[in-house]
């Protein structure tokens, strides 16, 4: 369980201090959505989503910024003395595509939930809880949160991500959702979870805060910008996988900068060493930021296993 904070103000000056320091995070937009009201009670958690396709294809695997996201939620959780971490696996919401195999998405998701078993088990990310949608969203409790958000002009994407957050705050005690936006300003073209967010908040207002992460990076400068948490065929990017040979993937980049990711993924490491401490002085006895990142995938997925 989290650490017990004295006071609701207190809760809110550390996470804002987290909010605001970490590299991760979009401080401007994620202090706009954060509401002291969802802190007034000692305890709650955290809850975020994660996908697994996109609507064309299924996700080749975890990209190394999902790590980024599951310890942005381990550090806020922390700060804010708040108990566990919901993290949502949409394995419904991917069989939704017409074109999809759904025993590939159940293979999918299989894989998914061993590499996230393990990781939790390896960092010691005890408060973690990974949860599969398919696991409650044919319940008629979760059928009567949907009707609740049925007067909602908005699609039934949005009302079914409205529903979840319900079913996570009514069940779990979750008080903040963590989220990842393309860029700071809004806008209404494209993916931007602040949209239902928002409308989430008409009707439950004052009973949830957001944060929300910057987007994973790849290695191709024409796509830069990418989801943390699905990969596809089309972008070269940085894997969260125990078959990752870091040196080789980074040493096959022409561009210096590996298409603009290289602070996005230094940014990833500082958060991991903000947490399990140094892996040393980069330029010191042969450490490298590639061998940073060697070693932080090799914490996850050797010992224990899921």
Request: charged share 30%.
């Amino acid at each position: 369980m989290g650490e017990r904070i004295s006071s609701p103000d207190d809760r809110m000056e550390r996470i804002s201090k987290v909010i605001k320091n970490e590299a991760l995070i979009e401080s401007v937009p994620s202090m706009q959505f954060l509401d002291s009201d969802a802190f007034k009670m000692p305890g709650g958690s955290i809850y975020y989503g994660t996908g697994l396709t996109t609507p064309k294809e299924i996700s080749k695997g975890l990209p190394f910024d999902t790590l980024g996201m599951m310890l942005t939620a381990e550090k806020i959780r922390r700060a804010g003395g708040l108990d566990r971490v919901f993290h949502h696996i949409a394995d419904t919401h991917a069989k939704t595509n017409s074109w999809i195999d759904g025993a590939e998405v159940d293979r999918i998701a299989d894989v998914t939930s061993g590499h996230l078993n393990t990781i939790k088990n390896n960092l010691g990310l005890d408060s973690f809880v990974f949860v599969r949608s398919s696991s409650f969203d044919s319940t008629n409790e979760y059928a009567d949160m949907i009707n609740e958000f049925m007067s909602s002009d908005q699609h039934e994407y949005v009302i079914r991500e409205m529903a979840d957050m319900e079913w996570y705050r009514t069940r779990e005690d979750v008080r903040l959702k963590l989220g990842w936006i393309i860029q700071a300003n809004e806008t209404e073209l494209g993916f931007d979870e602040r949209r239902f967010d928002r409308e989430y908040l008409r009707f439950r207002p004052g009973e949830m805060s957001f944060v929300y992460t910057k987007p994973g990076r790849t290695f191709n400068k024409s796509i830069p910008k990418a989801s943390p948490y699905i990969s596809t065929n089309n972008v070269d990017r940085l894997m969260l996988s125990p078959d990752e040979d870091v040196a080789k993937k980074l040493s096959s980049q022409q561009d210096p900068s590996w298409g603009g990711a290289k602070k996005h993924i230094g940014s990833i490491v500082r958060l991991y060493e903000s947490i399990y401490g140094s892996l040393g002085k980069i330029g010191r006895d042969g450490v490298t930021l590639e061998s940073k990142i060697q070693s932080i995938i090799n914490h996850c997925f050797s010992g224990k296993s899921d």
